[in-house]
């Protein structure tokens, strides 16, 4: 498990609150391991299964499996309780586990909002050409004129997984005003206008203007890259909660306590 904001001025990030890579591993028989039963209010939870399932099931009676190449945009709004896990047959065989989980911020207006999955397989993802030696899968917001099939999302994100070839580059047009993030998943690239050398397990963090070239090392690489819109509110989080408030937070747990979740 990498944690690809540690050392990053979560104000710099806004709204993005956190994200795992987790994985690339190829695991033994047996080794395979999800999470328990866990609330969350407040925010939205977005997985990217690259290789690899997970199965998930909530509170409210949903649940699916999330499988290589699929995502899932959770809002948890006013609060869900849930469990990821690998499929049983993963954990006796063992096998490639490899995606991404990010939290996003949801605005004050939107906390308490009805809880809401958008499951999406894989198929259902645009992959696009962008150039020579340069591919990408749209998950949400617009990439060259195509739109993800991910909506409805109060921060405006855009995501996508972005391919190139050996030495090849690709400049992103984002969002004006959104803030922007780029984490190299494969190989090593040049990222923005100074060309810094980004590598494997490393994040790009866009501090300002509206374009992102990148230009791939010689083997190539993977990223992913997302922009959404800064809410400028405050934060309070503690553990699987993320309010406005001190009081929100204590009213977030007294809730979970009670079961109302």
Not at 226 to 250: C, H, K, Q, S, W
């Amino acid at each position: 498990m990498r944690r690809a904001f540690a050392g990053v001025d979560l104000r710099d990030l806004d709204p993005f609150l956190h994200m795992d890579q987790m994985g690339e591993v190829d695991y033994a028989p047996g080794e395979p391991k999800g999470t328990p039963w866990h609330p969350h209010r407040g925010f939205d939870t977005v997985t990217y299964m690259i290789d690899g399932q997970m199965q998930h099931a909530d509170s409210h009676g949903g649940g699916g499996l999330i499988s290589g190449g699929d995502t899932q945009w959770m809002t948890a709004g006013a609060g869900i309780l849930h469990i990821e896990t690998p499929p049983e047959y993963l954990v006796a065989s063992g096998g490639l586990f490899h995606g991404f989980q990010l939290w996003v911020n949801l605005p004050r207006t939107d906390k308490m909002t009805k809880p809401r999955y958008q499951d999406v397989q894989g198929d259902k993802i645009p992959e696009i050409e962008l150039g020579p030696g340069a591919r990408a899968r749209v998950l949400v917001g617009t990439v060259n004129g195509t739109s993800g099939p991910v909506d409805n999302v109060a921060t405006e994100p855009v995501y996508f997984d972005l391919h190139l070839e050996p030495n090849a580059s690709y400049t992103a047009d984002l969002p004006p005003g959104h803030n922007a993030f780029a984490y190299v998943y494969q190989g090593e690239a040049k990222i923005g206008a100074a060309a810094l050398g980004v590598a494997r397990g490393e994040l790009a963090l866009l501090t300002h203007g509206e374009a992102l070239p990148v230009t791939a090392g010689s083997a190539g690489a993977r990223l992913i890259v997302v922009a959404a819109r800064p809410l400028n509110e405050p934060v309070a989080r503690y553990g699987p909660f993320v309010m406005n408030t001190p009081d929100e937070i204590r009213q977030a747990f007294a809730d979970y306590q009670a079961g109302r979740l």
